[in-house]
């Protein structure tokens, strides 16, 4: 029996230790670039990590990921966003702009949030530096929801689920209002998902 219960003791304490996951949500899209996988979105989706399980799970990082066919290309002029509405805030928006000009001040991974912003009076818009990763074809972003306006925290809902990889301004990476939209490839959900 003093055998059974050290092992129980170390998995115990394992569990208490390492991030919780909470549902994941993801939405998919036929591969349909088949000249540049590097353009070509596979799926994207939302997903927590935090402490405890079960009904005392509590989240704390919001995660939001693209994945690509190959590895996203490493050059000015092309954009990779994550986006979804949240009602009483607006647009929340992942983006990804490697090679700018802007992406060197800024950097290259930035969260447009529609809301809680104090910098301007004439906006509540902000702009936050998630933490970001490129694995082959997978992007990842990461934030702490405590960085986060209260509208996008735990319960918040995610509406209007979009990703798309598109031409930007080369510069400063901003999205060609306007223009033709996503030039290259979307997908799209009409599915929600709630932050839990």
Same mark, same amino acid.
């Given at each position: 029996?003093?055998?059974?219960?050290?092992?129980?003791?170390?998995?115990?304490?394992?569990?208490l230790?390492?991030?919780s996951?909470?549902? =994941?949500?993801?939405?998919?899209?036929?591969?349909?670039?088949?000249?540049?996988?590097?353009?070509?979105?596979?799926?994207a989706?939302?997903?927590? $990590?935090?402490?405890?399980?079960?009904?005392?799970?509590?989240?704390?990082?919001?995660?939001?990921?693209?994945?690509?066919?190959?590895?996203?290309?490493?050059?000015?002029?092309?954009?990779?966003?994550?986006?979804?509405?949240?009602d009483?805030?607006?647009?929340?928006?992942?983006?990804? $702009?490697?090679?700018?000009?802007?992406?060197?001040?800024?950097?290259?991974?930035?969260?447009?949030? #529609?809301?809680?912003?104090? &910098?301007?009076?004439? =906006?509540? &818009?902000?702009?936050?530096?998630?933490?970001?990763?490129?694995?082959?074809?997978?992007?990842?972003?990461s934030?702490?929801?405590?960085?986060?306006?209260?509208?996008?925290? &735990? #319960?918040?809902?995610?509406?209007?689920?979009?990703?798309?990889?598109?031409?930007?301004?080369?510069?400063?990476?901003?999205?060609?209002?306007?223009?033709?939209?996503?030039?290259?490839?979307?997908?799209?959900?009409?599915? $929600?998902?709630?932050? =839990?």
């Amino acid at each position: 029996m003093r055998r059974l219960l050290a092992p129980v003791a170390v998995l115990s304490a394992l569990a208490l230790v390492a991030p919780s996951h909470a549902g =994941s949500f993801t939405y998919e899209d036929p591969a349909d670039m088949p000249l540049n996988g590097g353009l070509d979105i596979r799926s994207a989706g939302y997903s927590t $990590t935090g402490k405890g399980s079960g009904r005392a799970y509590v989240p704390a990082t919001l995660v939001a990921t693209m994945s690509l066919t190959a590895a996203p290309l490493d050059q000015a002029g092309i954009g990779y966003e994550v986006a979804a509405v949240v009602d009483g805030c607006g647009d929340v928006i992942f983006s990804y $702009t490697p090679g700018t000009v802007g992406s060197s001040v800024l950097g290259e991974a930035l969260l447009f949030v #529609g809301c809680g912003g104090t &910098a301007d009076p004439t =906006s509540d &818009a902000q702009l936050l530096t998630p933490k970001f990763a490129v694995e082959g074809g997978k992007l990842t972003w990461s934030i702490g929801l405590k960085a986060l306006p209260k509208e996008v925290r &735990a #319960g918040a809902v995610l509406t209007e689920l979009l990703s798309r990889v598109d031409v930007v301004e080369p510069a400063f990476g901003t999205r060609l209002v306007g223009a033709a939209p996503a030039v290259f490839d979307t997908a799209a959900t009409d599915k $929600t998902w709630k932050i =839990s």
